[in-house]
C-alpha cells in the first residue's frame, strides 16, 4: 500500500513561513557534498538538490529555526543547538493531532516509511518526534486511535 500525504489546512507551511516572517530569504537549489541537506548563508537558504519534497520540507523549516533563534556559529554547544533544533522541528510539522490521524489512518500498524510519507515528512523527523512523544501525547493516540473517530 502507498501512503499519500494527508491533506491538513492548518499544516505547517514553511515556505509560507518564509514568505511572510522572513521575506528577505531567497531559497536556492544547489548540489552538496556528504550528507548536508541545507545550509543557512544569510541571507541565502540553500537546499540539497538531489533530495524529495517531503526532505527538503524538513530542512528548510530547519533553517528556519535556526534564524527564528537567532544563534549563529555557537562552537562547543552547536551539538546542543542542533539537537535543540531538530526537536522543534519535529514538533512543528508534526503536532500530535495530525500524528494521531495518521496512526489512526494507517490501521495504528503503519510502518515508519509510511507514517512518515503521510505526514510530508522524512524518517529522520517522523522518528525523532515518535521519541519526543509525552506520555500525555500516547494517551490522545491511543483515544484516538484505530476505530476511534
Known amino acids: 500500500m502507498t501512503a ?10 514553511p515556505w509560507r513561513d518564509l514568505a511572510v516572517n522572513w521575506p528577505e530569504i531567497d531559497v536556492v537549489i544547489e548540489p552538496m557534498g556528504g550528507r548536508l541537506l541545507g545550509l543557512l548563508r544569510y541571507p541565502v537558504i540553500a537546499l540539497r538538490a538531489d533530495t524529495s519534497a517531503a526532505q527538503r520540507r ?6 528556519i529555526v535556526h534564524l527564528e533563534r537567532g544563534v549563529g ?3 562547543p554547544w552547536s551539538g546542543r543547538e542542533e539537537l535543540l533544533v531538530h526537536r522543534e522541528v519535529a ?5 500530535i493531532a495530525e500524528l494521531a490521524g495518521a496512526v489512526r489512518d494507517l490501521g495504528g500498524s503503519a510502518v ?4 512518515a510519507q503521510v505526514l510530508d515528512v522524512d524518517l ?20 484516538t486511535g484505530p476505530g476511534r473517530r
Open 112 to 115: 515508519l516509511a509510511e507514517l
Open 58 to 63: 524538513c530542512t528548510l523549516t530547519h533553517e
Open 4 to 13: 499519500s500525504p494527508l491533506h491538513v489546512p492548518d499544516r505547517y507551511d
Open 91 to 95: 514538533r512543528r510539522l508534526i503536532p
Open 73 to 75: 556559529d555557537c562552537g
Open 124 to 143: 529522520e523527523t517522523a522518528r525523532l518526534r515518535l521519541e519526543l512523544l509525552t506520555s500525555d501525547e500516547l494517551t490522545y493516540i491511543c483515544a
